[in-house]
C-alpha cells in the first residue's frame, strides 16, 4: 500500500527505492495546515506586540478555514488512514521511558518504530488537543462579531461562560506557539531532513526505511 516501486532485492526493506509515506493530500493538508497555524499566530500577537493592521476579518476567516481543514482530516485519518499508525500504546510508553533513561546515560537497546516514533505520536496528540480546544471556542466567539453572514449575538452565553472560553482560546493559542517551535526545532534538524523531504515529496528511500523502522510495526 504505502510502495512506490517494487523493486524487491533484499529483506528489510532495503531493496525498495522508494517507501511512500505520506500521499499528496496529506503533504497537502500538513502545509495548508500549517499555514493557517502560522498566520492565526501572526494577526493573533502581532497587533500585541505593537504591529497594529485590520487583523480580525483575516484572523476568524483563517480559523475557519483551519476547522474545515483538520475536520477532513479527521473523517480521512478515522475511515481511510491507519489509525493505529498514531495510536500510543504500551510499546510507545515503553519506548518513551527508555529514551528518557538513554537521556540520563542508559545504555539500554535503541528499538525501531513504526511509522511514527513515540515522540511524534506525542506531539500529534498534544497539537491536536490544543488545535481543537482554540478551533472550538473560536468557532463559539464567532457569534461575538458581525460579519457579511450573521449579526452578533453575545447573550447566547453568560459572562462567566465567556469568560471561560475566552481563557480556553488564549491559553492553547500559547500552547500551540510552544509546540510549533519545539516541532520545528526538530523538524528542521540535519538528521530528520529525510523526514522534511517526505512532507515535501511524499517518499523515504529503501534504504532509510531500513535503517529507521521497524518492517514489523510499518509494514511497506
Ligand atoms: C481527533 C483528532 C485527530 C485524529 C483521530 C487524527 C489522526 C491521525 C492519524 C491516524 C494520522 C496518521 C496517518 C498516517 O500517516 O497513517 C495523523 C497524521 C497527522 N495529523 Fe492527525 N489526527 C487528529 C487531529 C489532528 C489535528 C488537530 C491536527 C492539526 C495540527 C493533525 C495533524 C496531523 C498531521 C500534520 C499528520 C501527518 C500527515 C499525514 O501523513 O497524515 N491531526 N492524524
Ligand atoms: C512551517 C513549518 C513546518 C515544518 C518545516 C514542518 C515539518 C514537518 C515534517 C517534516 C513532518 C513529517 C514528519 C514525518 O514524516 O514523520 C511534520 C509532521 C507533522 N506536523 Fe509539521 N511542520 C511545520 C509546521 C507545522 C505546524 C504549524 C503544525 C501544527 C500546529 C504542524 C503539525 C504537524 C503534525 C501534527 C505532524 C505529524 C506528527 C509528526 O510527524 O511529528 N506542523 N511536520
Known amino acids: 500500500m504505502d510502495q512506490i516501486t517494487p523493486n524487491r532485492r533484499t529483506a528489510g526493506g532495503a531493496g525498495w527505492d522508494r517507501v511512500r509515506r505520506h500521499t499528496l493530500l496529506d503533504r497537502t493538508y500538513h502545509?495548508?495546515?500549517a499555514l493557517c497555524v502560522i498566520v492565526l499566530m501572526a494577526t493573533a500577537f502581532l497587533p500585541i506586540l505593537g504591529i497594529k493592521f485590520e487583523w480580525?476579518?483575516?484572523h476568524w476567516?483563517?480559523?475557519v478555514a483551519l476547522a474545515a481543514l483538520v475536520l477532513i482530516h479527521i473523517v480521512r485519518a478515522l475511515f481511510f488512514q491507519d489509525w493505529r499508525n498514531m495510536w500510543i500504546g504500551w510499546t510507545d510508553l515503553r519506548e518513551l521511558?527508555?529514551?528518557t533513561a538513554r537521556l540520563l546515560g542508559s545504555r539500554s537497546a535503541l528499538a525501531l518504530p513504526g511509522k511514527y516514533d513515540a515522540a511524534q505520536k506525542l506531539y500529534h496528540l498534544g497539537v491536536a488537543i490544543v488545535i481543537l480546544a482554540v478551533v472550538?471556542?473560536?468557532l463559539l466567539m464567532l457569534l461575538k462579531i458581525d460579519t457579511p453572514f450573521w449579526r452578533r449575538n453575545p447573550y447566547w452565553f453568560?459572562?462567566?461562560t465567556w469568560g471561560v472560553i475566552y481563557v480556553i482560546h488564549g491559553f492553547a493559542a500559547m500552547a500551540i506557539v510552544a509546540t510549533v517551535i519545539v516541532h520545528l526545532y526538530f523538524s528542521l534538524m540535519p538528521d530528520s531532513w529525510y523526514?522534511?523531504?517526505a512532507m515535501v515529496r511524499g517518499w523515504i528511500s529503501g534504504k532509510e526505511y531500513a535503517q529507521h523502522y521497524d518492517p514489523s510495526r510499518w509494514k511497506a
Open 195 to 197: 523526514l522534511l523531504r
Open 97 to 99: 521511558w527508555r529514551d
Open 61 to 63: 476567516i483563517t480559523g
Open 136 to 138: 472550538g471556542t473560536g
Open 31 to 33: 502545509w495548508l495546515m
Open 56 to 58: 480580525l476579518d483575516i
Open 158 to 160: 453568560s459572562a462567566d
